[in-house]
């Protein structure tokens, strides 16, 4: 099956600082990229959708300058949170739709940030 | 504005069967979801529906009643590690995903 791969896992880095993730569809090309933020027992927040070329439609509350997102090829989506603080600490998980046109949402495996 | 709503909580025992509903209010209707999330990782497809009807798949089911806007995730046979989140989402006709809370299901002994 379609399977999306995130990276990295979790990451501890210091306030001021930025961390970008990466999620790459291992074995079928992702058309648009949805890019989720989890705070803990709460449901998925979407904060931006990418589709490869062209630029992410960020959700209202989501400043696009913190949250940077590139979708440059069909098999990569990386997502960048610059200067980031305690704030920022969260659940990161993306979910990648194919070019099948099916409604199959394959998500990576989720990236836990911790600001300190 | 689109909405859907599931039970927060649920508790059953194992062995035993629970039924997690799911009613949803949105602009069109493209399909729904259910997803199954344990903590601290990502969710994992468990159904997807966009007939009316019931789809079993082992001890996992899922039905759709898109006249009464209504799904249900029932899961047979509850073993300890179905203690999870179960997430339903909908499509709607921008083919969005709208995503439920979440039903957080304990299973006990």
């Known amino acids: 099956g379609a399977v999306v791969s995130q990276h990295p896992s979790w990451v501890i880095c210091k306030s001021g600082t930025s961390v970008k993730i990466e999620c790459r569809s291992l074995?079928?090309?992702?058309?648009?990229m949805f890019w989720y933020r989890q705070f803990p027992k709460q449901s998925l927040m979407l904060m931006a959708t990418s589709n490869e070329g062209s630029k992410a439609t960020y959700e209202q509350g989501v400043e696009k300058d913190k949250f940077l997102i590139n979708h440059a090829s069909l098999t990569l989506s990386t997502l960048t949170v610059t200067s980031a603080h305690p704030e920022d600490s969260s659940f990161y998980i993306c979910?990648?739709?194919?070019?099948?046109?099916?409604?199959?949402?394959?998500f990576g495996s989720g990236t836990r940030l911790t600001v300190v | 504005g689109q909405n859907i709503d599931q039970p927060t909580e649920m508790t059953a025992t194992e062995g035993a069967i629970v039924q997690i509903n799911c009613t949803y209010q949105t602009s069109g209707f493209n399909g729904l979801f259910w997803y199954q999330q344990h903590a601290g990782e990502a969710p994992t497809f468990l159904s997807y529906?966009?007939l009316d009807g019931l789809e079993e798949k082992g001890r996992f089911s899922s039905f759709l009643s898109r006249s009464d806007s209504y799904g249900y995730l029932l899961l047979q046979e509850l073993q300890m590690k179905d203690s999870a989140s179960y997430l339903c989402?909908?499509?709607?006709?921008?083919?969005?995903?709208?995503w439920g809370a979440g039903t957080k299901l304990i299973i006990k002994p």
């Open positions: 989402a909908v499509i709607d006709s921008n083919y969005q995903l709208i």
């Open positions: 979910s990648a739709k194919g070019v099948q046109g099916d409604y199959g949402y394959t």
């Open positions: 529906n966009v």
């Open positions: 074995d079928f090309q992702a058309t648009t």
